[in-house]
């Protein structure tokens, strides 16, 4: 049957899509100056000359059980599979610098990631582990130091380290209140001394990462996301050059930055094309760099965890797989594959095992990683990722327009921004508009869904032995030594020292990642700005 | 319960864990239902409790994500029966094992919506059921 008209149809951002693209969609496109060669500016097909033939992008899932030894297991097991990345997933407490033993953190210790208050418990997490082969990813700079604590402990020389920390992170708008946060000056303070800190001492660490995986997952499209991310580097930036301690060209030398990735496939592979462009541009123009090193895109893309459901459990497998082809197409260095099963529980040890064979599969059966950029110079991937740079730039000179992205946060613009997406989302999930298989469409009753997948069960004493561990750790330790390094780090956060030097050395004397960050909250005050508060 | 008197409800995520989209997402569906539902955020269980009292609240509903369901749960009961607003109607959602399903409905949870469960009928949920007695365990 032939059809007139075709009906019409929009990206998940909401670009209106025609059905057809061809050569006049991008007549303006200039091959050197917007596309260039894998490796030159504006790096719009890949920020490597030989990208994935040089050397394939990194494995890296987020684990983290409820204690340190079974998360030492994982990890081991995880390297043992092939992955060739570690990133350490916190429980709440630890993800906001809480001890186990706070009563206000009675029934989150242990649960949704792993416990850390001290440096003896991150050893037991890296135990056996060669950290000088492979890179980590910490949460917070106070997950990072007592990382570094772990090391200088384990006599490991800093400078063989690698890994990332998404300090810079503290400037994108969070879509939630995190309870007792120090105050964004305050953390401010903390990502660029810790930035500095490691500019010195662990000069392969990427130092001043920005990340908005969360605001992805929390309803924002690509546009938004972008343009918060280039908001957020740049505000970043300004805020490192305004201090003028060390030279404006340290602060990109270890950039590197963090993605959700989602359902439009298309849309997805553009977003990391358009933000390489973007982010050329940003360094060439507004910060005059000519070295092209500086410039350089690189991203880790994580499968947005919103978009894995519980009903029918397995299709997220497809929906997983199908993510991280798009993050592989675009160019990603770093992936991570959710678990299937995320929607019902944390990753089972045959999720695990299967996120890390969805990667391998396609570094080593696909072929998809032979030629770089292989969409390149598609009419439509070429003329969405113009779209998409536009769009995202807009929405940054918008944030700019504020008075930039701090300004914009503090006013609360970002509070009707998340709210509205959220709601946006949901009223089209509700409505059909957004198909959901299984959820919205082809939704059968949970009895007649022929199978049922493996839970992972947690061991429901491990948080009452981590507080009395912590107790008695407490308990042992040397008090003087303790209390000795919490005061100098409280000299040097009422001082223009680097602070983030004073907390490596309280974790190591053997203060607790909440005594560090206590130090933080006395001398800076708690967060006020209230998010969610509807 | 009196046709003129709307119904009130407390939403709230017990303990420390971020993730509030659901709770956010519930909060507005519920309003728009008519209801008058203070938005209550992270709050410690006793915090639930108290607040239940202090806006004498028909409905609680709790969003956990964490995997603790049934201890957060409990504790939450606990405190609530404590307080004396026992009789309270308890929904809840988010990550729920249905392993735990029975044991929920054993401690007093008065309706489970996980992930995907379409808004309306836990609006629809919530009007049929407040202000009933409990069903029997």
Not at chain 1, 184 to 208: C, K, S, Y
């Amino acid at each position: 049957m032939a059809v007139e008209s075709p009906k019409e149809s929009t990206s998940h951002s909401g670009i209106p899509l025609k059905d057809l693209y061809a050569p006049e969609d991008i007549k303006n496109l200039d091959y050197a100056r917007d596309l260039g060669y894998p490796g030159q500016p504006p790096y719009t097909r890949g920020v490597y000359k030989t990208m994935y033939r040089g050397q394939q992008f990194t494995i890296r899932r987020f684990t983290g059980v409820e204690t340190p030894e079974q998360t030492n297991e994982l990890y081991k097991e995880e390297l043992r599979l092939g992955q060739n990345g570690l990133a350490i997933a916190p429980d709440v407490p630890t993800s906001i610098s809480l001890d186990s033993d706070n009563p206000r953190c009675e029934g989150d210790v242990g649960f949704c990631g792993v416990p850390i208050d001290t440096v003896e418990d991150m050893e037991t997490i890296f135990k056996d582990i060669p950290i000088e082969k492979v890179t980590t990813w910490c949460y917070t700079p106070y997950i990072t130091g007592l990382y570094f604590a772990m090391a200088e402990k384990r006599g490991v020389d800093l400078k063989a380290l690698g890994g990332t920390t998404p300090a810079m992170g503290i400037f994108v708008p969070i879509p939630v209140d995190i309870p007792f946060r120090v105050s964004l000056d305050g953390e401010i303070r903390m990502a660029m001394d810790f930035a500095e800190w490691t500019a010195q001492n662990v000069p392969n660490w990427h130092n001043t990462s920005v990340s908005v995986y969360g605001q992805k997952d929390n309803g924002m499209n690509n546009i938004q996301a972008l343009g918060l991310l280039i908001a957020a580097s740049v505000e970043a930036a300004d805020t490192w050059k305004a201090r003028g301690r060390m030279p404006l060209e340290q602060f990109f030398r270890r950039i590197s930055f963090e993605m959700a990735i989602a359902n439009d496939m298309f849309e997805e592979i553009c977003t990391l094309r358009a933000a390489r462009r973007l982010w050329t541009k940003v360094c060439q123009e507004r910060y005059g760099l000519t070295d092209r090193k500086l410039m350089q895109f690189r991203v880790r893309v994580q499968t947005s965890g919103c978009t894995n459901v519980a009903q029918e459990p397995l299709n997220n497998i497809i929906r997983i797989a199908y993510h991280m082809l798009s993050g592989c197409l675009g160019g990603a260095q770093t992936m991570h594959p959710n678990g299937y099963d995320e929607a019902l529980c944390i990753p089972t040890d045959q999720s695990m095992l299967l996120s890390i064979r969805t990667l391998q599969i396609l570094q080593d059966e696909t072929n998809v990683t032979a030629v770089i950029d292989p969409l390149g110079g598609s009419y439509y991937v070429e003329w969405l990722t113009s779209e998409i740079e536009k769009r995202a730039w807009e929405y940054y000179k918008t944030i700019e327009g504020m008075g930039g992205i701090c300004k914009a946060t503090r006013s609360g613009f970002f509070v009707n921004e998340y709210k509205k997406a959220n709601l946006d989302w949901d009223k089209k999930v509700d409505s059909g508009e957004k198909v959901v298989i299984g959820v919205n469409k082809y939704r059968m009753k949970p009895e007649d869904v022929p199978y049922k997948v493996p839970i992972y069960k947690f061991k429901p004493t491990a948080g009452k032995e981590k507080i009395a561990k912590l107790k008695k750790y407490k308990k042992e330790r040397d008090h003087a030594r303790v209390q000795a390094a919490l005061d100098r780090l409280e000299k040097a956060c009422r001082s223009d020292e680097n602070i983030f030097e004073y907390m490596v050395q309280a974790y190591r004397a053997g203060a607790t990642i909440q005594e560090g960050t206590d130090v933080c909250r006395k001398v800076y005050g708690l967060d006020t700005v209230q998010l969610m508060k509807l | 319960m009196a046709k003129d008197k709307r119904i009130r409800v407390l939403m709230a995520k017990p303990g420390m864990d971020g993730h509030w989209r659901g709770l956010v997402i519930v909060t507005q569906a519920l309003r728009d239902a008519g209801m008058e539902v203070i938005h209550g955020g992270n709050m410690s269980v006793q915090q639930i409790a108290q607040t239940a009292v202090q806006e004498d609240v028909d409905v609680v509903g709790l969003s956990i994500m964490t995997g603790n369901v049934v201890g957060m749960t409990e504790a939450t009961i606990k405190e609530l029966k404590k307080a004396g607003k026992g009789d309270v109607l308890l929904i809840m959602g988010g990550i729920i094992f249905e392993d735990d399903m029975p044991t929920l409905k054993k401690l007093g949870v008065d309706g489970v919506f996980s992930t995907g469960t379409p808004l309306h009928e836990i609006v629809e949920f919530v009007r049929g059921h407040v202000g009933k007695p409990k069903a029997k365990k």
